[in-house]
């Protein structure tokens, strides 16, 4: 689920059995239209807009304290403490930047770590991961039906959040669910949750969320489990589900807070190039409106003027530079909004967006091992970064680049590669072409990396289409490369940038 949300703070449908939620008011509208799911218009789609980034869970109590009110039990204890120190809840989110969703395509949702809760030393899951588990098992085959009532209930408690979202929502229905059934394998793994937590709430940071969006957010999605995981529903998956919840969203605040120190929630870069090179791919160049902070081999999200609010990832094509400029290698996919509109409608002048950079593709300058990259059509453009990066820090450490398209007239920016290869004596690049005539190499990129090496040597990198990625990354574990040792982006997000 990709779909910026303003969560309400009260209301709730029943749960299993009749039982009156704990956080709507008996007789309230509310209650009377979330029975029937009356959201105006209908139904809503899944949403659209959503980070994948990678979450976690740090060890913390549940924030219900003894005499609260119902409602506090979802108040993450960073904004209670922030209320009180500004003397001021949140302010809402202004129109132009929803509030995306709890979590993202490849972000784990997270089990908390709660005293008398953790794994034990044999690896065994906690309590409270297998009680998630069970939900999740239960609920899998019918997320779709979930996944909908969530929205119902969230635009029931809140109707007027449905203006917020973005026409195309249903290009990521499912992430929301994906993401928590990624959870129920992650839930006991800290380091992992809060890396990747930590991140998606940096990433919201530009939707406008505010700390007081996440206690709807977490009754819908409660409300949402109990109604349809009637099997495994009970007072211990409840708590589970809140401790989890809560572990969440304090993660999220905090690194938001922590971000907002030193960096806005978005950036304002004006396109200074716009360059076609076939007919649906450009070469696109912007300044940014202050310093923009990054990594070879990390990707941004971009949001243009002609369709707010729905944003996508694209990889930087280059190191950063002395000049500040950025650059993205853009593929316009069929159907596709934002890449549509990048290839065939961007100009220089014009002005889009930029959230802020993720993205862990990036090289360790502390290794010696060789580089061996694989990139896939435009996946070349965080390839090309990463060679610029090994040359800027001046070391000759060896880089073999397998560029690979379906046509000779698909190597888009072979000339580039080439030109790189004739100045760095360390680097290597070989186009492949797996369909038609060539006079280079011709085959499947993945088979045809394993004609080559041995590559035990080296650390893997991997950008390209979904398919290709997930065939390189079986082709290089079969042959001897350690898993720890290839790196690319979640396919998640992967099969997001593909959408357009």
Known sequence: ??????????????????????????????????????????????????????????PRTPVHERGSSPGDRWQPLAYRA??????????EPPASHPVPPLASASAPAASATHPGNAPSPGGTPSPDALLIRRTLAEIEPIADKVTSYFYALLFVRRPELR??????MDTQRDRLFKALLTAARH???????????????????KYGTAPTHYPAVGECLIDALARHASRTWNDAAQA??????????????????EDERSSPPWWQAEIVGHEPRTSDVAIVTVRTDQPYPFLAGQYASVETPWWPRVWRHYSFSCAPR??????????????????????HRARPGDVIRLGPPAGSMTVDHGSDNGLLCLGGGTGIAPIKALVEDVARHGRSRPVEVFYGARHDDDLYD????????????????RPVISDGPTLGLSGQLPQVVRKYG????????????PGMVRSGVDTLVGIGVPAHRIRHDSIDELMASAAG
């Open 163 to 168: 203006v917020l979202f973005p026409a195309a």
């Open 1 to 58: 689920m990709n779909a910026p949300t303003t969560p309400p703070t009260h209301g709730g449908a029943s749960g299993p059995g009749g039982e009156r939620n704990r956080f709507a008011p008996a007789g309230s509208p509310q209650m009377a239209e979330a029975e029937g799911l009356s959201a105006p218009g209908g139904l809503p789609a899944a949403g659209e807009g959503l980070e994948g980034a990678p979450a976690a869970v740090r």
């Open 187 to 205: 839930a006991d793994d800290t380091a992992i949750l809060t890396s990747y937590l930590s991140q998606l709430g940096r990433g919201h940071r």
């Open 82 to 91: 922030h209320t009180r120190e500004h003397e001021r809840p949140a302010e």
């Open 414 to 429: 072979i000339d580039t590669m080439l030109r790189l290869q004739k100045s760095h004596r360390w680097l290597s690049v």
């Open 322 to 343: 002395e000049d500040g400029l950025l650059s993205f290698h853009i593929k316009a996919v069929p159907a596709g909004w934002v890449s549509g509109a990048l290839v």
């Open 240 to 257: 589970a589900w809140v401790r989890v919840y809560t572990a969440i969203s304090q993660i999220m605040i905090d690194a938001a807070a």
């Open 454 to 465: 041995p590559w035990n040597a080296y650390d893997a990198y991997l950008s390209g289409p």
